[in-house]
């Protein structure tokens, strides 16, 4: 069986589970290590489940379900791997022409709190709310790893994430406003994010502030060439990616140490945008009584800033909005 198990990752791991498109190495090794958790499982389970991978059924699911119900009472299974789990499941189950096999979560656990996750966030993960002030870190990675510095600078500007910070290109991934098909005049230039995205989605983020413009020139002087990007070019992109692990660690920049991590820069960058764009902080920082015309303008914005596709993933940067 585990012959055929490898047989089907083949045939269908390098796609998305519903839409016609490829998924990223770490979805692939993620839904590898799942399903071989899956069969090893059901093979050791009490009721030894003897079964090629095709003929997965109902019974199956519950077997597993059940245990993931144990496993979270116990307080050893967060909802969020949860979902991951039962959507990989899903996505299994397709792929042996079962793609009704699942019933909906909510009929496989008898407390919501289990499988539940709450995206919106509760607290204020900013490095502010921390009282860590950004600047003052950077000018300290600075002296250590311009490269480094260079990233830092620009998730604070342009709330980008990990990887792409590390492979944006400074001096082609910057375009006019024609260019990027804006003649509002909110910006004349736009930061053109393209590599590194989840899913490969692009987004256009406005360079309209000292700050930012800043960043640009900034990431520009540390990067060699005109088609490099502001990592050091003598690295591989894994290993630039585990550089800047490595400074954030040594420059205290992990839950341990500061109690901030990088992401926190995406959080704070949307706070501030939300700020200037409805003159609120966001309900996570105390925010409230913003019009919702005005909220929900703001959001889309925001999203879209940020490389989401829905709304609703604000609440997760800028807590939920406040019903007055």
């Given amino acids: 069986s585990g012959y055929v198990l490898q047989l089907i990752l083949q045939q269908h791991n390098w796609q998305h589970s519903s839409k016609p498109k490829g998924v990223s190495h770490k979805t692939m090794a993620e839904r590898t290590r799942f399903c071989t958790w899956l069969f090893d499982f059901l093979r050791g389970h009490p009721k030894h489940f003897k079964l090629d991978p095709r003929s997965f059924s109902g019974r199956h699911v519950e077997a597993v379900t059940q245990h993931w119900q144990e496993e979270a009472r116990a307080g050893r299974m967060s909802p969020a791997t949860i979902q991951t789990y039962f959507s990989f499941m899903k996505t299994f189950a397709g792929w042996i022409g079962k793609p009704k096999l699942l019933k909906p979560i909510q009929c496989y656990f008898d407390d919501p709190k289990l499988y539940q996750r709450s995206l919106a966030a509760g607290l204020d993960k900013s490095w502010r709310a921390q009282g860590v002030d950004v600047d003052t870190v950077i000018k300290e990675v600075e002296a250590y790893d311009v490269h480094a510095a260079a990233s830092l600078k620009l998730m604070q500007a342009f709330q980008l994430r990990f990887k792409e910070s590390v492979m944006f290109r400074p001096h082609t991934d910057v375009i006019s406003a024609a260019q990027a098909g804006k003649s509002d005049g909110g910006a004349a230039l736009y930061l053109d994010t393209h590599r590194g995205t989840k899913g490969g989605r692009e987004r256009l983020f406005p360079i309209n502030n000292a700050q930012r413009l800043a960043a640009i020139d900034y990431a520009r002087?540390?990067?060699?060439?005109?088609?490099?990007?502001?990592?050091?070019?003598?690295?591989?992109?894994?290993?630039?990616?585990?550089?800047?692990?490595?400074?954030?660690?040594?420059?205290?920049?992990?839950?341990?140490?500061l109690g901030v991590v990088p992401h926190g820069l995406r959080h704070q960058g949307a706070a501030d945008d939300y700020e200037g764009m409805t003159g609120m902080p966001p309900p996570v920082a105390g925010g409230s009584n913003v019009d919702p015309t005005l909220d929900l303008q703001a959001r889309r914005e925001i999203a879209a800033r940020l490389g989401h596709g829905r709304v609703q993933i604000t609440d997760a940067y800028c807590g939920k909005t406040k019903v007055v």
């Fill in 221 to 257: 002087r540390v990067t060699v060439g005109v088609h490099e990007s502001v990592s050091d070019p003598r690295l591989s992109l894994q290993q630039a990616m585990r550089r800047l692990r490595y400074v954030m660690e040594r420059f205290g920049v992990t839950r341990a140490g």
